[in-house]
């Protein structure tokens, strides 16, 4: 069950990442998901370091699929950066990544034939539910941030289940390096959106410590995929998925450490009723994560 290990550390270190996210979309030169998604893009080409310990010659399923889950996964990521700058920082991801799961689950059922045990759907049902229960579902969005934020959901949810298919058809970092630089290319299809180009070009004229913050939050963010990644390749994509759910008990408390210093910064609620249902979801996605770590 290393895959746990791997998949905790990494949705650590993705909390991090989503951190600084919400407070570099709150930047004047940073503020447009588009050219966040884009620099983010950008930078998922480092991967190609990996290229002489197994980069293979693709085949065109392999190509397919690996496109598939970079198109997928980039929509899912400049929606969800749309939704993260008007909601709170634990709750928007937790809300999004609570949904993916479910996504995950059905798409995969489909087009993987994946079928979890009596025991994972327990574990599974744990750490989707805690994680709905930390944030009450999509309270704080209403009207056209819901609907992204569903959609986002639903295209994260494509965007893992057809990476494991790529995985599936390859090796582990041959799959890896072609669907970032399939992310790249598909990336480059946000230029087209009036204003992105010049506010691509801006964003290079930000402050430095803008620059560093922005840099060591995607260096955060490049380990949490490469071992998120690393887990899918190993085991069911449902539950690695599923895991999400030890990421909102992360951000909680990054929230809550950062919040104690500057109270507005991330405006999360903090109320007895808020802490309780918080402290709740938390046992929950506990109980899960137990149950992955004996099965």
Do not use: C
Request: charged letters at 10%; glycine letters at 12%; a positive charge.
């Amino acid at each position: 069950m290393l895959w746990v290990i791997w998949a905790t550390i990494g949705y650590f270190l993705n909390a991090i990442a989503l951190a600084v996210d919400k407070a570099l979309l709150n930047r004047q030169e940073l503020k447009d998901p588009a050219v966040y998604t884009l620099l983010i893009s950008a930078l998922g080409l480092l991967v190609f370091i990996l290229a002489p310990f197994g980069l293979e010659k693709p085949s065109l399923e392999v190509l397919g699929y690996g496109l598939a889950s970079s198109v997928f996964f980039t929509l899912g990521l400049w929606l969800m950066f749309t939704v993260l700058r008007v909601g709170e920082a634990s709750r928007v991801p937790a809300f999004i990544g609570s949904l993916n799961p479910v996504f995950v689950f059905i798409v995969s059922f489909f087009l993987l034939g994946e079928r979890l045990p009596n025991m994972g759907i327990l574990a599974f049902g744990l750490l989707v539910a805690g994680g709905f229960l930390m944030v009450g579902g999509g309270h704080g969005l209403t009207g056209k941030y819901l609907s992204l934020g569903v959609l986002s959901a639903l295209a994260f949810g494509f965007a893992y289940v057809f990476l494991k298919i790529t995985f599936n058809e390859t090796s582990f970092i041959s799959g890896l390096i072609w669907t970032r630089l399939g992310g790249f290319v598909s990336s480059l299809a946000l230029l087209l959106i009036p204003g992105t180009a010049s506010a691509f070009g801006g964003s290079f004229h930000s402050q430095s410590r803008v620059k560093f913050a922005f840099i060591g939050g995607q260096t955060a963010g490049a380990m949490a995929g490469l071992l998120n990644s690393f887990a899918i390749s190993l085991a069911s994509v449902t539950l690695v998925n599923a895991l999400q759910g030890v990421q909102y008990v992360f951000l909680l408390i990054l929230a809550a450490a950062v919040s104690y210093w500057h109270p507005a910064f991330f405006h999360d609620e903090f109320s007895p009723h808020a802490l309780w249902r918080k402290v709740g979801g938390t046992v929950m996605i506990a109980l899960g994560l137990g149950l992955l770590s004996i099965m």
